[in-house]
Nanobody, 127 residues
Framework: QVQLVESGGGSVQAGDSLRLSCTNS????????MAWFRQAPGKEREFVTAIRWSPFYEYYTDSNRGRFTVSGDGAKNTLYLQMNNLKPEDTAVYYC????????????????????WGQGTQVTVSQ
């Protein structure tokens, strides 16, 4: 059983940086894709970024491309998110997700594509 654990969240000011980490505290299973999603208070969960390893591809949104950098190792079920120039609108709980199925029914930017999720880490950005 994959058990994802996020860390690295915190309270920062606008313009600061944070690095989120996601590790697996359970059984290691090769991940074909891993992603970060986030959910702000009163809002639906939204996609942030993802990596698919075969074939290799990185996904970003228009709002975070150039500010956020995703990295990780699917074989170790680890994922990182370097967030620079943070903005108040980045405030949310950030969740790590992993897809261990080699096939997919949904796009890697869709939450339904992932079978395993972490509990989340809070990121708060103030002006």
């Amino acid at each position: 059983q994959v058990q994802l654990v996020e860390s690295g969240g915190g309270s920062v000011q606008a313009g600061d940086s944070l690095r989120l980490s996601c590790t697996n505290s359970g059984q290691t299973v090769n991940s074909y894709a891993m992603a970060w999603f986030r959910q702000a208070p009163g809002k639906e969960r939204e996609f942030v970024t993802a990596i698919r390893w075969s074939p290799f591809y990185e996904y970003y949104t228009d709002s975070n491309r150039g500010r956020f950098t995703v990295s990780g190792d699917g074989a170790k079920n680890t994922l990182y998110l370097q967030m620079n120039n943070l903005k108040p609108e980045d405030t949310a709980v950030y969740y790590c997700a992993a897809r261990v199925r080699p096939y997919q029914y949904y796009s890697d930017v869709v939450g339904l594509s992932y079978e395993y999720w972490g509990q989340g880490t809070q990121v708060t950005v103030s002006q």
